[in-house]
């Protein structure tokens, strides 16, 4: 990125480096998304609603494990690349360069101390906390048991799969895009092959299941440390002292924050959505909403990869002070997001059933509650992809606390609607509620961005990174 940084000056090399970012993290969340959903294809057809239920009670827990390491792997990557491109302006080439692969050092080793810190606190958190977690759900019966049998191999795993979402992302940042996505890529293979053997083969269910995600998570693991350690990365790790910076380590958690809350926010709307459903429905209705959970994730994780790769030239573009290239990067992102969203929709309500068949065919009742809930859950759901990349947008040109307070407010402002609309339309109630809400809060994040981008645009600071 930074050889060729005077050459991005036209919308097609915009869109080179666009591209170049954004194919490989779109198709990293895709890759991670299909730990989830090849799971819940496998649970669906050998397991039934029930297995389904007591995934979808399960998954919120390990959801929030995992954001703890985006959260770290985009604070990072975000003071890194910002560092890249600071060194790139600057007259005293060779001595930025030492500063910046210095600054990238003491920024990877303090990530991987809090991946480990945090890693070791949610084992002790599950430990002690992990069924009550599922009972806040609403978690009873089959289903309930069930879910314990897919937590507890997590329980002494948690750094592994801090550190399998984490460690893509600072591969990737370190120029290294396909790299990152060869490794997630791989994870996804043996996790499905893991899921053939564990779940069909040896009948271990959802500990099956758990089980072959942590060995795919493991493979991640040593694929990222071994790219640090090797000669493929701009920056030899090994040649640097391991430290903790706690300086550091603040500013990465500010910057990844946004992405954690954004985890959160995903497990919590999960979360209650499953505790609302059991207290309007059933367990039955419960496999529904995991089934569409999964489609809906499908998309969420193509517009977080967009936004994720984005991040990279946005940042590097901040520290060039180059707003005007931050605006056009931004608007074709924003583009690319809204016309996948709005074809994935179309396809869903179009064909339903073919999408369902993926997870359940020989269920009449679960079927035909998962078609009212494709129709009532995902009407917005490209709105949802919108306020994504609003949330990556921020945090790429530092303004963590704008990152945050989106984010903050996309899961607040869903809950007076979930709060409400049940009492009046109970289960159709729970259904429509994220949408609307979604489109409550897309009037109010797209002023805020382009307000932002239009007056950074126009001002043409040179210290705008410091903004």
């Not at 029930?50 to 604070?75: D, E, F, T």
């Not at 997630?184 to 043996?190: D, E, K, L, N, S």
Request: proline share 3%; with cysteine.
């Amino acid at each position: 990125m930074q050889a060729n940084i005077q050459d991005i000056t036209s919308d097609r090399s915009i869109q080179r480096a666009f591209w170049r970012y954004a194919i490989p993290s779109i198709a990293a969340m895709l890759v991670n998304g299909l730990y989830q959903i090849i799971d819940g294809m496998f649970i669906g057809h050998y397991l039934g609603y029930q297995g389904l239920a007591g995934i979808n009670v399960a998954w919120p827990i390990i959801y929030v494990i995992a954001g703890v390491g985006l959260m770290i792997g985009m604070g990072a990557g975000s003071l890194n690349s910002v560092s890249r491109g600071r060194s790139t302006t600057s007259q005293q080439d060779s001595k930025e360069a030492v500063r910046a692969h210095t600054q990238v050092a003491k920024t990877l080793y303090t990530a991987l101390g809090l991946a480990i810190g945090f890693g070791l606190i949610f084992s002790y958190l599950l430990l002690l906390n992990g069924t009550h977690l599922l009972l806040a759900q609403g978690a009873e019966g089959q289903a309930l048991v069930l879910a314990q049998h897919y937590l507890s191999p997590f329980v002494w795993t948690a750094v592994i799969t801090i550190l399998a979402s984490a460690l893509p992302i600072l591969v990737r940042n370190d120029e290294s895009p396909n790299i990152a996505t060869a490794l997630m890529v791989t994870g996804a293979c043996i996790n499905i092959m893991l899921d053939y053997l564990l779940i069909v083969q040896f009948d271990m269910g959802l500990k099956g299941a758990a089980l072959a995600t942590v060995c795919a998570q493991l493979s991640v693991c040593v694929g990222g440390f071994a790219y640090f350690l090797s000669s493929r990365t701009q920056l030899k790790l090994s040649t640097y002292r391991p430290s903790f910076n706690a300086r550091l380590a603040g500013k990465i958690l500010l910057l990844g924050s946004s992405s954690f809350v954004m985890y959160i926010y995903t497990s919590f709307v999960f979360a209650l959505h499953n505790r609302l459903f059991m207290e309007y429905g059933t367990s039955i209705t419960v496999a529904a909403f995991a089934i569409v959970g999964y489609l809906m994730v499908l998309y969420y994780f193509i517009a977080e990869g967009i936004g994720e790769g984005m991040q990279p030239p946005v940042s590097f573009f901040l520290g060039a002070a180059q707003p005007h290239n931050i605006k056009k990067m931004v608007q074709l992102a924003a583009t690319v997001t809204l016309t996948i969203g709005l074809s994935w929709v179309a396809v869903l309500n179009l064909f339903p059933e073919t999408m369902i068949g993926l997870f359940n065919t020989d269920d009449p009742i679960l079927i035909q509650e998962t078609v009212t809930g494709i129709h009532l859950h995902l009407f917005a759901m490209f709105l949802d992809g919108l306020i994504v990349l609003a949330i990556m947008y921020f945090m790429a040109v530092n303004q963590g606390g704008k990152s945050l307070a989106i984010s903050m407010g996309h899961m607040l402002i869903q809950l007076p609607f979930l709060y409400i609309l049940p009492k009046w339309l109970g289960i159709y109630g729970v259904w429509i509620a994220m949408p609307l809400s979604n489109v409550a809060m897309f009037f109010i994040v797209a002023p805020m961005v382009w307000y932002h981008m239009n007056a950074a645009t126009h001002k043409q600071e040179p210290n705008l990174a410091t903004a």
